[in-house]
């Protein structure tokens, strides 16, 4: 079993910056691959950006060149940068390991 919390969330204003984070316990050894997805009202859960174990990311084409993952793997977390935010990255945002486990979410509104 692997828990996920997620922190970071909150209000912006376009154009901002926010940064997420995710702190998994229990068996974190066995995770690979770790990413955030998001949910707009109204439509389905979509990747935004993952990161193996080996430091590989892929990322969404809406938040290329604007969000950045890292992980630290001695931490054992996984943040998510998010800049110059548009008010389309309004959405909840999930933490997910290994396509398996995921957090609860945080909110991010980012206001016109």
């Known amino acids: 079993q692997v828990q996920l919390v997620e922190s970071g969330g909150g209000l912006v204003q376009a154009g901002g910056s926010l940064r997420l984070s995710c702190l998994p316990s229990?068996?974190?050894?066995?995770?690979?691959?770790m990413s955030w997805y998001h949910q707009a009202p109204g439509k389905q859960r979509e990747l935004v950006a993952l990161?193996?174990?080996?430091?590989?990311?892929n990322y969404a084409d809406s938040v290329k060149g604007r969000f950045t993952i890292s992980r630290d793997n001695a931490k054992n977390t996984v943040d998510l940068q998010m800049n110059s935010l548009k008010p389309e990255d309004t959405a909840v945002y999930y933490c997910?390991?290994?396509?398996?486990?995921w957090g609860q979410g945080t909110q991010v509104t980012v206001s016109s």
């Open positions: 990161i193996t174990d080996r430091g590989i990311t």
């Open positions: 229990g068996r974190v050894f066995t995770i690979n691959a």
């Open positions: 997910n390991a290994d396509l398996v486990w």
